[in-house]
């Protein structure tokens, strides 16, 4: 078991429906620590670069446009097999299709406002972190 840290957003839909506090007890609850968090308000533009890889897929724009249309609160977490345990967390994409007691299953409204992001993977965790964070806001 190794100490990870991966990137999260609690997206528009769920910042908007003050589920903040909500989200970041689940996270909590499952032993990961926030060792980094802030409210942005992405521009169009900002988003579409974060979400890049997405950009050949037929909801693309709507995704970028979703993810700047309203603030979002962009966190670093710290813990063991932090990628894998806050993607066990967070739940499946589609909330149908969520398992109980997950972020998504009770909180997300659809596949595209399913109220958080987290990183797939160590290289994107990183790439992800540096995209929004500077070193000196990690506070592990
Ligand atoms: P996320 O983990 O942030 O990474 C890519 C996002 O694309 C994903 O969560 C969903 O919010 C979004 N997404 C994936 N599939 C669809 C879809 N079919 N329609 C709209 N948005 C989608």
Redesign the pocket.
């Known amino acids: 078991m190794a100490v990870q840290r991966t990137f999260s ?1 609690i ?1 528009p839909d769920a910042t908007r429906r003050n589920l903040t506090g909500a989200i970041n007890a689940k996270i909590e609850a499952a032993g990961l620590r926030i060792i980094a968090q802030k409210r942005i308000h992405m521009t169009a533009a900002q988003a579409g670069h974060f ?1 890049a890889v ?1 950009k050949a ?3 693309y724009g ?2 970028c446009a979703f993810m700047a249309s309203e603030p979002v609160v962009v966190q670093v977490l710290e813990g063991e097999e932090a990628i894998a345990k806050y993607r066990e967390v ?1 739940g499946a ?2 909330p149908a299709e969520a398992a109980a007691g997950t972020i998504r299953k009770d909180f997300a409204l ?5 109220s ?3 990183s ?1 993977a160590p290289e994107t965790a990183a790439e992800e972190i540096a995209y929004f964070f500077a070193g000196l806001e990690l506070v592990g």
């Open positions: 957003i997206k979400y997405h897929r037929p909801f709507e995704l967070m994409t589609d659809s596949k595209g406002e399913n958080v992001h987290g797939d």
